[in-house]
């Protein structure tokens, strides 16, 4: 038994042959920083104790609705996912926790317990499963779940919910996130009213079940696989949702799931304001709900929200939203691209610290307009990697991820233990 995955001497290899080019770096950041007045050790520190789930999900090749693709050593259960999350962590150290999806993850939970903890590895929130059928289930959820026309299918969601929660208390995990594909495809096919105060007459009976230290997110997305309407369709629904429950409700924002042109940023900052932001699935997009890596099309909107997200933090008590990536990859080692996911967000988080919030402030308030988004600009144009790459190296993962994995030929290990998957029509994750 051993609590790394990757031999730590492939790491310590890896950055042997950076570690002098860093030092330069990280001290030259830091006179440049100190002139603005920044303190780069203080923002290091922050960097470092800064964390983003891995989603179990996510370690597996994703798909579209045409065809799945996968790859070499595609992990076989949720205890491969468990290895594969490892190593993320070990080349991070940003990533101490995994978020599990039921029933795709579905095993006994102290064996879950005692596989991640070989890795010093937690649980971050539970995810229910009733957008899809699964294996052997009586009643099926093409029509809805928590808030279909039928009773007993509604009972049937609020029970798979209920048992995630009892599964996420053995784990220690301390949270629940929701998110149904109902909706409706044809005008007059459901009655939105009471479609929706049957999901939320379903989600007061889960919500009741929520341990004392728990909280529940509710998801929202515009569409798919619901196409004409979605039960819980945007943000304003989502918040009606989080007030209607109780305070152990929490709106999710998930980067993907919003209209084209939506300002992410300013949703983040009104849910953030009247206390119902819970936490964030971090992804990327081009069109629509595409899930790609965080950062890979806009970095500018990544750093935007965290902008509002420092704000917050400077400004609330008690303010600790969940962070935990969400995407799929399809033409991309995933391991590769989630460890360059978790890195781009927490790039963000080091560029909004950064940011010159007193001179900020002055210009809002004298309605300077260009002097303030250049304050934004000028944090965002200011290359923190070196500060990220030292709190990795500070914790003993690998100065250049990517390098390192590659490097200990992680990928090609598995695939000769792990069978080949085949691919097939219909493939989304």
């Given at each position: 038994m051993t609590d790394t995955i990757i031999d730590q001497s492939a790491v310590d290899q890896s950055n042997e042959a950076r570690l002098a080019d860093l030092n330069v770096d990280y001290d030259t950041l830091g006179e440049r920083l100190d002139r603005r007045g920044v303190d780069i050790d203080a923002i290091k520190a922050k960097v470092?104790?800064?964390?983003?789930?891995?989603?179990?999900?996510?370690?597996?090749?994703?798909?579209?609705?045409?065809?799945?693709?996968?790859?070499?050593?595609?992990?076989?259960?949720?205890?491969?996912?468990?290895?594969?999350?490892?190593?993320?962590?070990?080349?991070?150290?940003?990533?101490?926790?995994?978020?599990?999806?039921?029933?795709?993850?579905k095993a006994e939970a102290n064996r879950l317990k005692q596989a991640a903890s070989r890795f010093g590895l937690g649980f971050?929130?539970?995810?229910?499963?009733?957008?899809?059928?699964?294996k052997d289930q009586p009643l099926s959820y093409k029509f809805g779940s928590l808030s279909s026309s039928d009773a007993g299918t509604r009972q049937q969601a609020i029970e798979h919910n209920i048992e995630c929660i009892e599964?996420?208390?053995t784990l220690g995990s301390k949270a629940l996130t929701v998110w149904i594909g109902d909706g409706s495809n044809f005008p007059g096919q459901t009655n939105f009213t009471r479609q929706f105060e049957h999901?939320?007459?379903?989600?007061?009976?889960?919500?009741?079940?929520?341990?004392?230290?728990?909280?529940?997110?509710?998801?929202?997305?515009?569409?798919?696989?619901?196409?004409?309407?979605?039960?819980?369709?945007?943000?304003?629904?989502?918040?009606?949702?989080?007030?209607e429950l109780g305070p152990k409700a929490y709106c999710l924002v998930d980067l993907g799931h919003h209209a084209p042109n939506v300002n992410i940023e300013m949703i983040v900052a009104r849910l953030a304001q009247f206390g119902k932001l819970g936490g964030f699935h971090f992804n990327d997009s081009?069109?629509?709900?595409?899930?790609?890596?965080?950062?890979?099309?806009?970095?500018?909107?990544?750093?935007?929200?965290f902008n509002e997200l420092v704000d917050a933090e400077n400004r609330l008590d008690d303010f600790h939203p969940a962070h935990m990536l969400d995407q799929s990859h399809n033409v991309t080692d995933p391991?590769?691209?989630?460890?360059?996911?978790?890195?781009?967000v927490q790039r963000a988080y080091a560029q909004s610290l950064i940011v010159d919030r007193k001179a900020l402030e002055g210009f809002q308030q004298n309605n300077d307009a260009l002097s303030a988004t250049q304050?934004?600009?000028?944090?965002?144009?200011?290359?923190?990697?070196?500060?990220?790459?030292?709190?990795r190296v500070e914790a003993n993962g690998a100065i250049d991820?990517?390098?390192?994995?590659?490097?200990?030929?992680?990928?090609?290990?598995?695939?000769?233990?792990?069978?080949?998957v085949i691919g097939g029509s219909g493939g989304i994750v």
């Open positions: 470092a104790a800064f964390t983003v789930a891995v989603p179990s999900w996510g370690v597996g090749t994703g798909g579209t609705r045409f065809a799945r693709f996968p790859g070499a050593g595609e992990p076989r259960d949720i205890f491969d996912k468990i290895e594969d999350c490892a190593v993320i962590q070990q080349l991070t150290r940003a990533t101490p926790n995994v978020s599990l999806h039921i029933p795709w993850d971050d929130a539970m995810n229910s499963n009733t957008f899809s059928d699964a599964i996420g208390k999901y939320l007459d379903a989600m007061k009976e889960v919500y009741a079940q929520l341990p004392a230290d728990w909280r529940i997110f509710t998801e929202h997305k515009m569409y798919e696989p619901a196409f004409y309407s979605t039960v819980v369709q945007d943000w304003g629904t989502n918040y009606i949702i989080a007030q081009k069109y629509g709900d595409d899930d790609l890596d965080a950062g890979s099309i806009d970095p500018y909107r990544l750093f935007l929200v391991i590769e691209s989630l460890m360059l996911s978790a890195t781009e304050t934004l600009k000028q944090a965002f144009r200011t290359d923190v990697e070196p500060i990220l790459a030292m709190a991820p990517v390098a390192a994995y590659r490097a200990a030929g992680y990928r090609q290990k598995v695939a000769g233990i792990r069978p080949a």
